[in-house]
């Protein structure tokens, strides 16, 4: 598919009202207007990205990462049965936070990502089977029960593929689970091109809830269940990111984080990041 065939629903794509952006006129899913081969894409996603660009440090933020991830996992969990006789995947797995607090949960646990620096820090540092790869580009998976891609899909150049491969890797009954923000939300539309979650090229693709059931469904998957999901995030994080890197006021956050007010982590939902949960028919 191009740019001008939406990998949705495979009508044709016109301008957005949004910058930058292309909206499909059959089942309105949205696309940035630009195409990254893997060299680029795997460019983008250095240490620097986990430590300056995206993040202000994506490892001192450990303790609350993992918070959110064994949040997350507990919804998981309401949909998964027999979690100790199922192998978990999952794509996206950067420094390997979310299989480390899974792994003693599920039978198996592994994951894959393109980032060397995150991989490498996940198989090292916290002894996971994750490897530094492209998963379109590997042939030696077995068959997997759950399939996990957490705040993924918006930074896969071609998540139908994705989408497809995991369906060809499971059994029926077989789960995927993603989150990623819902461009339809009341938040997106108030906020138009300043919502936070649109900011490509790391940002390619925004869903919403029916263009992401549509796409699963078009894959093999039945919904199961599609709602929204809140983030813990440390003062400290929020304050770069809203600071430093959209406000470029890097001043007034040191000038925060010196006080010590920014150590305290909290939970937010704005009800713009989706939690959707697929089995495999």
């Not at 309105?28 to 250095?46: I, Q, V």
């Not at 369906?167 to 029926?172: F, I, N, S």
């Not at 263009?211 to 440390?234: A, N, P, V």
């Amino acid at each position: 598919m191009s740019l001008s065939t939406c990998l949705v629903c495979g009508g044709q794509y016109n301008r957005s009202a949004l910058p930058g952006l292309l909206e499909c006129g059959l089942c309105g899913f949205t696309t940035a207007d630009l195409f990254l081969g893997p060299k680029e894409l795997a460019s983008l996603y250095t240490e620097r990205y986990f430590k300056g660009e995206e993040y202000r440090d994506y490892v001192a933020e450990r303790n609350a990462i993992e918070k959110q991830f064994k949040a997350r996992l507990r919804r998981l969990l309401r949909f998964v049965s027999d979690p100790a006789s199922k192998h978990l995947f999952e794509i996206g797995s950067a420094y390997g936070f979310f299989l480390s607090v899974a792994k003693n949960v599920f039978r198996s646990v592994a994951g894959i990502d393109i980032s060397e620096d995150a991989a490498k820090y996940a198989r090292d540092v916290l002894d996971l089977p994750v490897r530094t790869a492209d998963f379109l580009d590997v042939n030696d998976l077995r068959s997997v029960d759950i399939l996990c891609l957490w705040d993924t899909i918006e930074h896969l150049q071609s998540p139908h593929l994705y989408i497809e491969k995991a369906a060809d890797l499971m059994r029926p009954g077989g789960t995927i689970a993603i989150t990623t923000g819902d461009i339809g939300s009341v938040l997106a539309r108030i906020r138009g091109a300043k919502w936070r979650q649109i900011h490509p090229p790391t940002h390619l693709h925004y869903f919403s809830r029916n263009t992401l059931t549509k796409l699963l469904d078009s894959k093999g998957f039945t919904i199961q269940h599609c709602g929204y999901e809140g983030m813990y995030r440390t003062l400290d994080m929020i304050a770069y990111i809203v600071l430093t890197i959209k406000n470029d006021r890097p001043a007034v956050y040191r000038l925060l984080k010196k006080s010590g007010l920014l150590r305290f982590s909290v939970y937010l939902n704005l009800y713009d990041i989706l939690f959707c949960v697929a089995k495999r028919r």
